[in-house]
T-cell receptor, first 114, second 110 residues
Framework: NAGVTQTPKFRVLKTGQSMTLLCAQD?????MYWYRQDPGMGLRLIHY???????AKGEVPDGYNVSRLKKQNFLLGLESAAPSQTSVYFC?????????????FGPGTRLTVT | GQQLNQSPQSMFIQEGEDVSMNCTSS?????WLWYKQDPGEGPVLLIA?????ELTSNGRLTAQFGITRKDSFLNISASIPSDVGIYFC??????????FGTGTRLKVLA
């Protein structure tokens, strides 16, 4: 039982490049989330999904896209990276149909955009 | 975005001392979660609370769901050096949305 895993762990991009962050969970959770964490800003929600095939915008969605084609995976895409997207990105999942609302986080992806 | 008020912001304590921190909100929550985050790592869930007044322990950690459902408390007993890190709370608003606290940075002096 690996919980929530994220790949890659580190990445450096040049302005304008694109990339996809992959999140996977093995807890059969319905909900999945992408957050970014910046110094002094706390965790901010980028996008989330309440089930396979569904996605919704969070607090800071601009410049990002997501997809959830399989229940266990949630992808975060940056189409044209900007220095303002330099951050640490965390994926999280929650809600087991049995009733638990515990939210678990992945180890994070540290992204630098130059 | 909205953040929960968490206090204290930081604290230095001696090894062996007990630690208390709390989170307050203007909104009612159905779930309170407490996390610890070490540098360069993801937040690790410590305790989950689901009912007003609930008191739950996890080893030396004890957390309580406030009876007004607008606050929660975390206590760490007999602190050790590995307790150092950032602790933050999260409240579940509605079905899927979580609001996070501003964090308490704990430093333990051996």
């Amino acid at each position: 039982n690996a919980g929530v895993t994220q790949t890659p762990k580190f990445r450096v991009l040049k302005t304008g490049q694109s990339m996809t962050l992959l999140c996977a969970q093995d807890m059969n959770h319905e909900y999945m989330y992408w957050y970014r964490q910046d110094p002094g800003m706390g965790l901010r929600l980028i996008h989330y999904s309440v089930g396979e095939g569904t996605t919704a915008k969070g607090e800071v969605p601009d410049g990002y896209n997501v997809s959830r084609l399989k229940k266990q995976n949630f992808l975060l895409g940056l189409e044209s990276a900007a220095p303002s997207q330099t951050s640490v990105y965390f994926c999280a999942s929650s809600y087991n149909p049995g009733g638990s609302y515990e939210q678990y986080f992945g180890p994070g992806t540290r992204l630098t955009v130059t | 975005g909205q953040q929960l008020n968490q206090s204290p912001q930081s604290m230095f304590i001696q090894e062996g001392e007990d630690v208390s921190m709390n989170c307050t909100s203007s909104s009612i929550f159905n779930t309170w979660l407490w996390y610890k985050q070490d540098p360069g790592e993801g937040p690790v869930l410590l305790i989950a609370l689901y009912k007003a007044g609930e008191l739950t322990s996890n080893g030396r950690l004890t957390a309580q769901f406030g009876i007004t459902r607008k606050d929660s408390f975390l206590n760490i007993s007999a602190s050790i050096p590995s307790d150092v890190g950032i602790y933050f709370c999260a409240g579940r608003s509605g079905t899927y949305k979580y609001i996070f606290g501003t964090g308490t940075r704990l430093k333990v002096l051996a």
